[in-house]
């Protein structure tokens, strides 16, 4: 049985378990990039991610290059940059200077970003509730983003932004698929999108000290082995489970997985010896109610 195949009756026999995994998958990401971290800069860790991820999709990818490809290769050049290549980097740029559980926590921002932009661009209806819900979230999210060393409120940690803008890349990139791809299998553009941005990644990653550092680092085959667990699991298989889930049950159901990726990121954060004070638990159940509440559809 094809891999894809098995993924598929997995999730239709057993959608809350697989929803899950997949918590667990993604809120794993953010102490994988941590450890990535050790040897290897933000950009070669971002771009290592993609290539490895891609490495997984390939198949897919020269499967229906000559179908989609060529007549959507601007569109999926620019989910692959929105959706994958910026925000990697982004986020390891971020864990320079912030925990990986906060990381995982202002990731929860995603649906709350993805509803602002639909509503600014892309004409998406915006609730009264939902509005309420974007404004708890960001209220959230400043919270986080003001408490100190100390757990106190001081200045802001501007490391915060590079997670913020993220969520704003994959905010856009969530509108794109329902405007240029919601025709199209899932599994098609995401592989496509990821060609698309591989070259990007390896020109770049071959322009840095790369090689040096493999060769150089004693910590060099150990962040290579995270990051490489980091780009096939947690970002190709990730992919591949939430748009099985999506097919086979709903979006609705399948963005509860938004509530689970920051418990998941804070337990591993926990387990690492993270330091985590009274006001990110609150800024945490901010943004998650603020995410509750612009998922509500009444």
Known sequence: MKVKNYISALVKTSPSLILIFLAIIWGSSFILIKKGLVAFSPGQVGT?????????????????????????????????????????????????????????????????????????FFTTAVRGNQILGITVGFIGSLMISFVGNGGELGTFNFYALFVIIATICYGISANMVKKFFSGMSANVFSSLAFFSITPIALIYLVSTDFILILTTHPDAFSSLFYIFILGTIGTALALLLFYRIIQNTNAVFATTVTYLIPIVAVLWGFVDGENLYPLHFVGMLLIIVGVYFSNKHK
């Open 48 to 120: 290592l991610r993609v290539v490895f991820a891609f490495l997984i999709l390939s198949p897919i990818a020269f499967k229906h290059f000559k179908t989609h490809f060529k007549k959507h290769w601007k569109e999926m050049l620019a989910l692959g940059l929105l959706s994958n290549l910026i925000p990697a980097i982004l986020f390891s740029a971020a864990e320079v200077g912030l925990s990986s559980s906060l990381a995982g926590i202002l990731n929860a921002l995603t649906p709350i970003m993805t509803m602002i932009i639909g509503a600014l």
